[in-house]
């Protein structure tokens, strides 16, 4: 596995870098010219479907590789007791690496609770590991490169903090289910999977990158897809009615509509995209994509299991007042 | 017999490897008994933080993602 590796790698780079020559190709071959809607559609498409996948690819095997030094139980080890601010930074940040799938945000989140972790910081925690994941990085800069990828980073860290922040600060750990509130787990069962070798992480990257990408390559293929359409075929300034930054409803009405969406960065990036190049502002598809995936409908009735209705509510309300703001500032500052 | 127990709410992972620990069980000829946890209170009894999670005979032997299938194979190894 680790001999191979190098040969992959060569690949990558190779693939990576003659990805215009590999798109120029597939138009020769398919006697198109660039100048037809059919052909510039064509031509997006045999452009920006390797190179996300290969970004994709590269990016879901080294968050692999880095997970393997998280797991759940260590993080919460590194958070218990932790003071509000300080806290909440490291929640944030450690949401990033840490493994984490939507369906675990329970068991995750009374793991967190009963050991000592403050509501706040566990908040942090919850927003910013769906919101800040590998698959909409990745995304966000194989298409729109790595100025808005750091951008949605940071904003994504920021609205995780902050939130959380203010959770803590409301004391509504009343408002956490009844038997939520009496377990006390102590630890957890104990971690397999604390002491990796190398050729044990790089096989979690690749397992990673299996798992992750054999779920979303065909929704990415879609995407763009969809994408190639929109590109070589929607007229010019065709979004700056309804999604230019000079509509002021637009950021409110891209989050409301993310909501009952559920998180799907694989799908949507690639039409965003194709949008914003027919003129929708950056900060209104940006708050429509954070919302998406920060705020879905599914995960939050998982949430109620453990959270009554007033702590969820503030959730939604902090979260989305988050997003709005972002939303405003990219249209304002772009 | 064993009993064992997968640990999760349902979703596709849950599902997976519930699927991957039959098939395993079947192929090494090893009788087991499956349950399916999905009330929230009852998987966080076995004090995991992330699911899907695999019980064997009362002891937590897994947690978090797909198990490798050399992994739950281990688990039918041992004749007990």
């Given amino acids: ?334 | 017999m064993k009993n064992v127990k997968i640990l999760g709410t349902g979703c596709r992972n849950c599902q997976t490897t519930r699927h991957l620990v039959e098939e395993v069980a079947q192929a090494k000829g090893v009788a087991i008994e499956l349950e399916k946890v999905e009330k929230i209170e009852d998987i966080m009894r076995y004090r995991i933080m992330a699911t899907p999670g695999v019980v064997i005979d009362g002891v937590v032997v897994h947690s978090g993602g797909i198990p490798e299938r050399n992994k739950v194979e281990s688990w039918f190894d041992l004749k007990n």
């Fill in chain 1, 1 to 334: 596995m680790l001999r191979g590796l190098p040969i992959v790698l060569i690949f990558w780079v190779l693939a990576y870098t003659h990805l215009t020559e590999l798109a120029d190709i597939s138009i020769a071959l398919l006697h198109l010219e660039r100048a037809s809607a059919l052909g510039e559609a064509i031509y997006f498409f045999c452009y920006e479907v390797p190179k996300v996948l290969l970004l994709l690819i590269g990016i879901v095997f080294v968050m692999g590789i880095i997970q393997t030094f998280f797991a759940p139980e260590r993080t919460r080890a590194l958070l218990a007791g932790r003071r509000l601010g300080i806290g909440n930074l490291m929640a944030a940040s450690l949401g990033i690496v840490t493994p984490f799938c939507s369906c675990s945000a329970v068991p995750l989140f009374i793991g967190f609770v009963s050991a000592g972790v403050p509501l706040g910081v566990t908040f942090s925690f919850l927003i910013s590991a769906p919101m800040v994941n590998e698959i909409a990085l990745a995304l966000l800069f194989g298409l729109f490169g790595w100025k808005v990828a750091a951008l949605y980073l940071v904003m994504g860290l920021l609205i995780a903090i902050v939130a959380g922040s203010i959770i803590g600060a409301l004391r509504m750990e009343q408002h956490l289910e009844d038997w939520v509130r009496a377990i006390h787990l102590g630890d957890a069962a104990a971690p397999d999977n604390t002491n990796f070798n190398w050729s044990q992480r790089i096989a979690a990257g690749i397992k990673h990158v299996r798992e992750i990408v054999g779920r979303v390559w065909l929704y990415v293929v879609i995407g763009v897809g969809l994408g190639a359409i929109i590109h070589g075929y929607v007229p010019e300034d065709f979004m700056v009615t309804f999604m230019g930054r000079e509509v002021w409803w637009a950021v409110p009405a891209a989050v409301i509509l993310g909501v009952p969406m559920y998180s799907n960065a694989a799908g949507i990036i690639p039409i965003v995209e194709a949008l914003i190049g027919k003129g929708a502002a950056l900060g209104t598809t940006l708050a429509f994509m954070m919302s998406v995936i920060a705020l879905s409908a599914p995960e939050l009735l998982i949430l109620r299991k453990v959270l009554k209705w007033p702590l969820i509510a503030t959730f939604v309300g902090v979260v989305a007042s988050g997003i709005l703001l972002v939303g405003y500032v990219f249209n304002w500052l772009l």
